[in-house]
């Protein structure tokens, strides 16, 4: 079975610069998280899909960060525009359904300079 | 927002001993989880708790989901060279109404094995 999908597996850019991370779950999972690890943290909750809608965004910086995952399946987190604190690395994870475990994908590392 | 102490933040041990790491919380928790980290890779579950009192063995590993549903603790019996990595504690609470179980996790044990 082939696990959470994500790229590019790193990225480095300007402050005030935007990016894009993408993510494709494991197959068949309705449920699709991502989450922000900065270094020497555990990841913490930006976002959590059920299909194509979302349930739980009330720790995404709304002002610069945006998800979407318009077909239940594949999903995008966009920052725009980036700031230094956002340096972390964004792991993307999926499960069955909202009570089932998670599995993590290997995270985006996002450096910004 | 809920909070999770982890301890200790990291540890030395020789090859063969045991360990023991813990997790606090001023909340409650449904439901305990420990995730192991390896460099450049997503957290991977190792044990799932869902019972106050469960205690619950994954091969050398154990762990249990504490009385009061604010604590857990992850044991590791002789310990290998391949244990290295960061362990997390999470701790799941939530709305079954709304459908959100947000994950809450601790900030990381970090075990270092010398042979």
Known sequence: ????????????????????????????????????????QGPKLL??????GVVDDSQLPKDRFSAERLKGVDSTLKIQPAKLEDSAVYLCASSLGTYNEAFFGQGTRLTVV | GQQLNQSPQSMFIQEGEDVSMNCTSSSIFNTWLWYKQDPGEGPVLLIALYKAGELTSNGRLTAQFGITRKDSFLNISASIPSDVGIYFCAGR?????AGSYQLTFGKGTKLSVIP
């Open chain 1, 1 to 40: 079975e082939a696990g959470v999908a994500q790229s590019p597996r790193y990225k480095i850019i300007e402050k005030r610069q935007s990016v894009a991370f993408w993510c494709n779950p494991i197959s068949g999972h309705a449920t699709l998280y991502w989450y922000q690890q900065i270094l020497g």
């Open chain 2, 93 to 97: 609470s939530g709305d079954s109404g």
């Open chain 1, 47 to 52: 976002i959590q899909f059920q299909n194509n």
